[in-house]
Structures are given as C-alpha cells and as structure tokens.
C-alpha cells in the first residue's frame, strides 16, 4: 500500500473498512501517480474517504466483488447502492429477504431467479410483486397472496376479482360492497354476506334501479328491515306490502317514514294488517273502510261511532249491527258539518238511531229525550211503546194528530193540555171530543159545525140549547120529530121548510099536519089516508078537494051522506061500494037508485016493497034498461 495511505487518520476510515479496500480505491483514482500526489489532493482525498459511503459505486469500478465488499464489512443496500445486481447478491448468499431490505425490487429479484412464493416468504408485498414483473393477479393469489395483503396494497376490487378472488374473501379482506358491485353479480355479493345497507351510496341508489337489483338478487324484505331501511324504499325496490310486514314493518313505518309509501289500503289489509293496526297508526275510519274493514272490525279495534261516522258510507244499520249500542249513538250526539252562511251557529247534523234499527225504548235508555228520538223520525207509536208520557211527547213536538194516529183518545189528548181547536184540527170527531167531556157550547165554538155534532150524538135539544137554530138544525138532518122534542112548533117546522112527507115519515098525525097547517092535498101527497084525514077532523070535502077517491073516503068509514054533502053523486057512491040502503038512508029516493043502476034486489034489500016498485013502474023501467033484475 502506498504510503499515502499509511498516514491517513484512523477517525476519517469507516469502521470495519479494511485499508486493503482503501488502497485500492486510491488506486482506482490516482493510478501510477499516487508516491506524487501533493498535499491538496491528499486533503481532497481524505474527503473522499470520508463520504465513501455516498460513492460506493465507486467500489464497483474498482473491480471488488460483491463478496470482497461484504467481506469488507458492506451491507447488502451498500452493495446495492455500490451497483451490484439482485443476481450478484445472490451468488454471495444474500436471501430475498435482505435483498428486499437492502431495496431491491420484486422485479430485480424475479431476474435473480427467485420465484414468486420465494419472494412473498421474503416479504414482498403483493403490490411490489405485480409492479413491472409481469406476474398476473392470479398468480400473486396462486403464490398464497391473499384478499387481505391486496386490500393492504390499495388492489380495487376488479383486481381481486381478475385474481380470482371470491366476493366473501374481498369482503372479510375489507372491500365495500360498493367497491366489488361492478366485479361480482349481486347474488355473489349477497352470498358474500353484504347486506343491502352496504349498497348504500352507489350512483342508482337515489334512483331506485339499485333496490329493485337487489330484490332480484334474493334480499328479503327482511334483510332490508334489518339495515334499517324504510317502508317505501322496500316497496320502490317491489316489496309486496305482505312481504314487509312479515318482515317485521309496522304499519307506522309505511305512512310515517321519511316518505309515505304508495300502498293501497286494500293492499296493506291485505298482507296482515289489522284494523287494530290502522288505529294505532292513526288512520282515519273512513281510511279503514276503504281497505275493506267491515264497521265492526273498526268497532273492535277501538274506533268510536263519531269515528265510524265521518266521511264512510256505513249506514246506521251497519254501526248498530257492528256493536254500536244507542248509548253510543246517543254519547256520538251530531257530526258537525259546514257552516250554513245564513247562520252564525254552528250547523249539525244528527246520526240516526232509529235508522240504525235501535227502538225508542233503547233509545229513551240510553237517554235519548222524546223530542230527539222525534228528530230522528220515530213515531207517535214508536215512543208510545217506549213509555213516554203524552205530555213528553206534546212537549217534544209531536202533533195532537200524530198522537191521535198512535191512538191516543181526545181525552187523553185534553189531559195534555191540548186546546179542542187543537184536537179539532188534528182530526177528533165531535163525539170523540164529547166523550172527552168537552160541552157543545165548546165544539160549537171551537168550529164544529153542527152536522158533525148531530153525528156526535147530540140531541136536537142540545143543539138548539148551544145556539144554533131550527133551520140549523134540519140542516144538520134532524127529523120534524126531534125537532119538535127540541121544543120547536108544529109551525115553525113547516116554515123552515119540513114537508108533509117529512111528517108522515116521522110518524106525526095528520092532524098534526093539519096544525102545522099543511094542506089536504100536501097531506095526501105526503101518503096520509082519508081515516087519518077523518082521524083530523077534516072535513070529506076536504078529502074530496086533496083528490082522495070516494072509494077511499068511504074505507075510511065516510057515509053515504057525508060523500053526498061532500059532492059526490048518487052514481059515484053506488060505484064506491055503498049499498042501495045506505043511499036510502041517506036520502036518496027509490026513483034515484034506479037511475043510479041499483038493481032490484038491492032496492028490495033497500027495505022497498014490491008496491012501491010498481009504483014507479020498477019493472017497466027495468024492461027499459034502468033497471036490470038480478
């Protein structure tokens, strides 16, 4: 070694750095010069040797090996730095390991022959073995590269699946279902054991083309209740409304997420839930009916009837067949409805019991007054039977003719302080007001005509008594005969217009005809007899002025002399019937009743002897025709 080098100080030669390897770096740089070298190189050199480190390529230039250089105490990165190759570093011995330490490449050690699993056993990362190797993906997972050191390296999920990863080793490695969606199918990724909530974020996820992907990769509604998602992204992804029931959504959860859901109400009756339900998710009734409840679900699940009331189409016989007893129709009162404009108060509208088919006696129990039970159209008779007095039943409105309809008497009617006008209009006869101890001065003032107090049962008496007078009276259809109980003349019942007839017909006497001063021949018109007529002491010429026949008035017990001083003649009386003495009797000569065709046997029965029948020639004048023997 030149002495140049044996005066070099301790303190600038690395430690375990041999002088032989200084030499020959002096060598490298000085050459066949190094006995001239002059103290300004010297100190530059000394400089030199200080950062050998910094230049230890300078090492290689010199011609040391790599094995002189590590013997010379170099590190296998100094031998690195120095310029020596992966290839030479492994001749001396150097593992893959130190080369890798040393900041060797995957690639550098690749070209030295190491195998892949050589240099993943040596530490190599898997993103250091597939930079500029030309090992594939797959290759790296062959030599036991797993999904987690690529997940360590920053590998995005398409690599791993090129590597032929599975989707459930990418995802216990790290990888969100985000990263793998666009590798894996969704059933992969589902069977993976992503859940839907790990979607979450991915570009169609607003859109909802994601939820409706991952209904058809076989998640369950269940499996989106448990990621918590809400009702309407289960039915945007094509849940059935069953499906998200069972998956444990409420019926809350379908009308008060973030969104409400666009399920029927049929729809959601239909998968299970109850009218119970939809109270509580505080839907209305009318909402119950339109999903298909019947009105006694709704009762069941705790709706009232002013509930059951509003805006349905249940009629009154459904809330009452529904359970709805007429306490609650009576506790539900009215339903208010608009305002009417005309009106400030407030405008109702009452629900109907008795259209529910409740009676008036459930309704009076369940406390219902007469007069409401009245406004929701129950009779006079519906609220008899329910035991309300009349008095209530006036005071609730009903008419004195509705009552007297539900039969109720006039005095019943008076009891409830009805007027007799009142009853009047209402429809009471007269004898029904009668027997409700009403006067005839009452019914006569309160307008009963005086027709309908006859037919009541009024005597003809009474009635004059109450006012009214004899042609009132025949007006009314009073007989001659009561009227004249009445107390009315003979005279007066002629002159208010009675006829004869009327008399004969009531059984007067003629002669009381005769007082009233009808006429013979009114009389006889009337139908009295001629022995009536005699009865009355009229005279035959009376009779006879009527037109009575003398046939009749000699029935009647006339003699032959009273029809000869009536008029009559001789001929007339012999037709009648009277007998040739009792013309004798009545002065008639022998000569007369043989002008008048007696025969002869009559005139010997006459009382006339023979003698004076030839006297007057009785014979000869028989020959001659007067007279014609019997």
Known sequence: MGECLRDVPNKIVPKNMSYQTYYRIWKHIFGDQENDVDREERLKFEEFIGNVNMNLDLLKRTGLSVLECRQEGLTPCQCKIAGFTARDCRRVGLTAAELRDAGFTASECKEAKWELTELKDAGFTAREC???????????????????????????????????????????????ARMCIDSWTLEELKDAGFTPFDFRGDDRWESGELLTE??????????????????????????????????????????????????????????????????????????????????????????????????????????????????????????????????????????????????????????????????????VLDCRKAEWTLVELKDAGFTARECKAAGYTALDCRKAEWTLVELMGAGFTAREC????????????????????????????????????????????????????????????????????????????????????????????????AREYRKAEWTLTDLKDAGFTIDKCKSAGFTALECIRAGWKLVDLKRAGFTARECKEAGWRLVDLMHAGFKLRDCKEAGYSDADLRQIDFYS??????????
């Open 621 to 630: 004048a028989r020959l001659q025709g007067g007279l014609v023997k019997s």
């Open 434 to 529: 009668k027997r409700a101890k009403w006067e005839l001065t009452e019914l006569k003032d309160a307008g009963f005509t005086i027709d309908k107090c006859r037919s009541a049962g009024f005597t003809a008496l009474e009635c004059r008594r109450a006012g009214w007078k004899l042609v009132d009276l025949k007006r009314a259809g009073f007989t001659a005969r009561k009227c004249k109980d009445a107390g009315c003349t003979l005279t007066e019942l002629k002159d208010v217009g009675f006829t004869a007839r009327d008399f004969r017909n009531e059984g007067f006497e003629a002669y009381e005809c005769r007082n009233a001063r009808f006429t013979a021949r009114e009389c006889q018109t009337a139908g009295y007899t």
């Open 130 to 176: 597939s930079e500029d190797t030309g090992w594939s993906f797959e290759e790296l997972k062959d030599a036991g590269f797993t999904a987690c050191d690529f997940w360590n390296d920053d590998f995005e999920a398409y690599e791993c699946w090129d590597a032929g990863f599975t989707a459930r080793e990418c995802k216990t490695a790290g990888y969100t």
């Open 214 to 379: 991952l209904k058809d990769a076989g998640f369950t509604a269940r499996d989106f209740w448990n990621d918590d998602f809400e009702a309407y992204q289960c039915e945007d992804a094509g849940f059935t409304a069953r499906e998200c029931k069972i998956a444990g959504y409420t019926l809350s959860d379908f009308r008060h997420g973030t969104y409400a859901t666009e399920y029927a109400l049929t729809e959601l009756k239909e998968a299970g839930f109850t009218a119970r339900d939809f109270r509580k998710s505080y839907f209305e009734a009318y909402q119950c009916e339109d999903a298909g409840f019947t009105a006694r679900e709704c009762k069941i699940a705790g709706y009232t009837l002013r509930e059951c009331s509003k805006y349905t189409e249940w009629t009154d016989t459904e809330l009452k067949e529904a359970g709805f007893a007429a306490r609650d129709f009576r506790n539900y009162d009215f339903i208010e409805v608009d305002d009417l404009e005309a009106h400030d108060s407030e405008a109702y509208e009452c629900r109907n019991a008795r259209n529910a088919g409740f009676t008036a006696r459930e309704c009076k129990t369940a406390g219902y007054t007469a007069c409401e039970c009245k406004t929701m159209g129950y009779t």
